[in-house]
Every structure is written in structure tokens, then in C-alpha cells.
């Protein structure tokens, strides 16, 4: 069984990375698609549609550009983990999440303990809710292998 899985949600550590290799030394067939996950490229995503004079405007069409991938790579996955780390606040993610909700895609929320209260009708909405990297490669050993 192959499957694609859409990881999304911050950009600052190598969570992606961990994943991707242990369902690689596993064996698992998946194939890994993401948001853009270089900042400034991301901020640029727009520029080519022209100069701005004020940010809010740069920031709007590089949104929309990048809506463009995330919402079509989103919509082919069949399932998405979305991280929430403890430094930033990750709203793009909490978009994802309800975007998966809205189109209903499995999801899986990945965060420490001390923000499930802000979480929490995320969580609600997710398949499943894992603290570390290994319970998702975990969970996601369990969908591909099992009979």
C-alpha cells in the first residue's frame, strides 16, 4: 500500500526530516509532500506579481500563491500531520487543520502537552493527537501495514 502524507505546520526543526527517514528505514511507501518550508521564499511566493508599497499587500499575494500549492497538495494527500511547535505560533497550520477538516481529510496533530488547551478543538477535529515524531512514524506504520 503506498500513500502520500502532507506535513505541514512549523518551519524552525527538523521534525519533517525524522519522519521521513524513519518511515524511509522502515520501508514504508510513502511519498512526502510539504508547504514551502523556506521562509523567505515563502514571503516572496508573490513578487512576481509586482512591487508593493506596503506589506500587507506583499503578504496577501504570497498567501494566495502559496494557498495554491497548499491546498492542492492537501487535497491529493491522503493524510496530513500537522505540527505545532512551542516557539511561534503556527496560524498557517491551524488553517491546514480546518482546511483538512473542511475537506474531510484524516489529520494527525502533533504538539507537546502544554498547548493542548489552545489546541483543543484542533485536536478535537484531528484523527489522532502525537508528541513526538515516533508515535506518528508509529501510526503511520500501523495504516500501511496492517491487514
Known sequence: ???????????????R??????????G??????SAVTDHGSSDAAGDGLGEE???????HKSAKVNAIRTQTLIKQCDLAVIRFGDKYKQWNAAFDAG???AQDKPFITLHS????????EVDAAA?????????????LEYLLTMK
Request: hydrophobic share 35%; proline share 2%.
Open 1 to 15: 500500500m503506498s500513500w502520500n502524507v502532507y506535513l505541514s505546520g512549523e518551519i524552525h526543526t527538523d521534525w
Open 53 to 59: 508599497s506596503h506589506s500587507f499587500w506583499r503578504d
Open 28 to 33: 514504508l511507501d510513502i511519498q512526502f509532500t
Open 17 to 26: 526530516e525524522q519522519i521521513i527517514q524513519s518511515c524511509e528505514e522502515k
Open 127 to 139: 484523527q489522532a493527537w502525537a508528541t513526538t515524531t515516533d508515535q506518528v512514524v508509529d501510526i
Open 99 to 101: 482546511y483538512c477538516a
Open 113 to 120: 502537552d502544554d498547548i493542548i488547551h489552545p489546541l483543543k
